[in-house]
């Protein structure tokens, strides 16, 4: 019987990591290779797929055919659909007529199995082996949402790259999913062949990037918070000494931003460039070699710092380590990391050396479990050997003490306090004490 390996993209980022997975031989020979493209922006008829996105077309070599998740569940979208489970048989012979699969065996290849679509796409055909590759720094964090085990235990493998040497991600660890690099000279090559693609960009040289990444809307930030996170980047580059300034907005962000942003250059008295092109920021390294990449907690700003050793710089990550809610917010870890290990930069151009902690990959299991305690219960002895050892300074920063609480983890409590929780005749005073409280309330509400 016949193989057909279906891989699921929905970035350009990560249809360049699939290729140099490819090119590297990590995947099994098989019949047919299908790239599978889904655009999951709010509204993807505004926003180009990774099919449309410039150089895609030196990816497109690597495979068989390029086929359409939003075409496939339209007029549905695919970020909010999936199927019901007695409906699962009839999309799996659908699927498998409308992309001429017959009766072949099917391996899948997805990103993001944890939420729709590539969840769902793992639904529909149930006997299908798993592979998961991740394009970005989430994978150093837990599985944001729990897996059914038929999915789960399907999953042979996590493929990420090695953004962070020697760290190893806790994603599918629940299910004791192996990680596997996939190689850097691979990847960097494949974006080499992306940049010479872009042929017809030009930007000043010995330039600051500064990444944009549309954080108000996951509502992280407001708008106007973000309008002036990007004005901290700007003033703190140019207070750096940088006199040409670059400017890459989110595909999917509003244009106001770029003006706010050249009216300030205007008033410093610096040139910007505001690119309107949807470029991979690692192009943009391939190419121009910027002196100094500033942004949030982009996975670009690892990539910039690891794969190319360009100066990066951070803002905003307090902020966002004290704004994210509820804890368990899947953007933690990726703000976590950026946090712990680049540079902050203020907008008087004031440096901060980062935590540089060399213990990153106990932090990261502590705050993992904090995040996922059900997910990854494996995790708690490591979060309270860290925290009985680490939780002071500057680790504080990464830690909600409410959480801790919750959790009844090191740190929860003033050590002079420690006795409390496990104090059963305290715990029902307190408990007394609420109930009289909320009778009170319910009768001045009546009275």
Not at 208 to 213: E, I, M, P, R, V
Not at 229 to 236: D, I
Request: glycine share 6%; hydrophobic share 45%.
């Amino acid at each position: 019987m016949p193989t057909t390996q279906i891989f699921f993209a929905s970035t350009l980022y990560g249809a360049a990591t699939l290729a140099a997975a490819i090119d590297s031989d990590c995947f099994a020979p098989a019949a047919r290779r299908l790239l599978l493209v889904s655009n999951n922006a709010m509204t993807p008829e505004t926003t180009p797929s990774v099919d449309e996105m410039p150089g895609f077309e030196r990816l497109r070599s690597r495979f068989d055919g390029v086929l359409s998740w939003n075409e496939a569940v339209a007029p549905y979208h695919p970020g909010a659909w999936s199927p019901r489970v007695d409906d699962v048989p009839l999309w799996e012979r659908h699927l498998r007529l409308l992309w001429g699969l017959g009766d072949d065996r099917v391996e899948l290849v997805v990103e993001s199995i944890q939420v729709n679509p590539a969840l769902a796409l793992t639904q529909l055909f149930p006997d299908a082996p798993l592979e998961v590759y991740a394009d970005g720094l989430m994978s150093y964090g837990p599985t944001r949402n729990k897996i059914e085990p038929l999915v789960g235990t399907r999953v042979r493998r996590l493929l990420h790259l090695d953004l962070v040497p020697g760290l190893t991600p806790l994603l599918l660890g629940e299910f004791d999913v192996p990680p596997e690099l996939v190689p850097t000279e691979a990847f960097l090559k494949v974006l080499t062949e992306l940049s010479d693609a872009e042929d017809a960009l030009t930007l000043p040289a010995d330039s600051a990037l500064l990444l944009g990444q549309y954080l108000s809307a996951l509502s992280i930030l407001t708008a106007e918070e973000e309008e002036d996170l990007h004005v901290t980047m700007l003033r703190g580059a140019v207070a750096r000494g940088h006199r040409q300034i670059v400017f890459k907005p989110h595909p999917t962000a509003p244009a106001r931003w770029s003006r706010v942003l050249e009216r300030e250059a205007v008033a410093l008295g610096v040139e910007l460039t505001v690119l309107d092109s949807p470029v991979l920021a690692e192009v943009l390294y391939q190419r121009f070699r910027p002196a100094l990449v500033v942004g949030c907690f982009s996975t670009a700003l690892l990539t910039a710092s690891t794969f190319y050793a360009v100066p990066v710089a951070r803002t905003g990550t307090d902020v966002l380590l004290e704004r994210l809610s509820p804890y368990q917010n899947s953007n933690r870890v990726p703000v976590t990391i950026v946090d712990a290990l680049v540079p902050g930069l203020a907008e008087d151009g004031d440096r901060t050396e980062p935590v540089s902690l060399p213990y990153l990959s106990g932090l990261l299991q502590a705050v993992g479990f904090a995040m996922q305690p059900q997910i990854r219960s494996d995790l708690r002895p490591a979060a309270e050997r860290f925290l009985t050892q680490h939780l002071k300074g500057p680790t504080w920063r990464y830690f909600k003490r409410r959480r801790l609480t919750t959790l009844a983890l090191p740190g929860a409590i003033p050590r002079q306090f420690a006795f409390i929780p496990r104090s059963a005749t305290l715990r029902r005073v307190v408990r007394r004490a609420r109930s009289l409280k909320r009778a009170a309330l319910k009768k001045a509400a009546l009275g």
